[in-house]
């Protein structure tokens, strides 16, 4: 079964830091590529930040560079996203996603699986 579960949201005044885990079933975490993505009502799923567990490499939306880190414990199955300095524009929810990623694909990978999301919200 591909299970992603999202845990960490919570509200938290500008310039707060948070860290959301993603944890990943086995069989997602085969998946070579993980992700974070950001939604508001009305607005297009945006993709935040993107990793390759088997190598460590990372990409970031140029929103969020700076301030977002993504990083991943093979061991635990588990994908972060470390957000500090937090502004009101981040308010959204935050989705978990896995899927295959291949040379050449646009950025972010089209993913083929998702949690059910974290709300984070972050007050002036």
């Known amino acids: 079964q591909v299970q992603l579960a999202e845990s960490g949201g919570g509200s938290v005044q500008a310039g707060g830091s948070l860290r959301l885990s993603c944890t990943a079933s086995d069989e997602a975490y085969r998946y070579n590529s993980m992700g974070w993505f950001r939604q508001v009502p009305g607005k297009e799923r945006e993709g935040v930040a993107t990793i390759l567990p088997f190598n460590g490499r990372t990409r970031y939306a140029d929103s969020v560079k700076g301030r977002f880190t993504i990083s991943q414990d093979n061991a635990k199955n588990t994908v972060y996203l470390e957000i500090n300095g937090l502004k009101p524009e981040d308010t959204a929810t935050y989705y978990c996603?896995?899927?295959?990623?291949?040379?050449?694909?646009?950025?972010?990978?089209?993913?083929?699986?998702w949690g059910q999301g974290t709300q984070v919200t972050v007050s002036s």
């Open positions: 996603a896995a899927g295959w990623w291949v040379p050449g694909d646009t950025w972010p990978p089209e993913y083929t699986h």
